[in-house]
């Protein structure tokens, strides 16, 4: 395995991660905003909601545009 193959490797994992958490919290923000969870106010479910839609839809997109490859040179 080369070195840019790691490199696509552990860039492929962290924008799966990215969008696990961003899942994570959106179940968390539902959870608070329904009231199972009580040690938090209900208004940071919506906060939270926010950001896990953030982490799981927009995030992802701005990593990948970041590290994309430059188009090779004729």
Do not use: C, H, N
């Amino acid at each position: 395995m080369t070195a840019d193959d790691r490199v696509a490797r552990s860039r492929f994992f962290i924008i799966g991660l990215v969008r696990l958490a961003g899942a994570l919290m959106i179940a968390l923000a539902v959870a608070i905003t329904y009231g199972r969870v009580t040690a938090v106010p209900g208004e940071f479910g919506y906060v939270l909601l926010a950001a896990g839609v953030m982490a799981m839809v927009i995030l992802p997109q701005m990593l990948v545009a970041r590290w994309k490859s430059p188009p090779p040179e004729e």
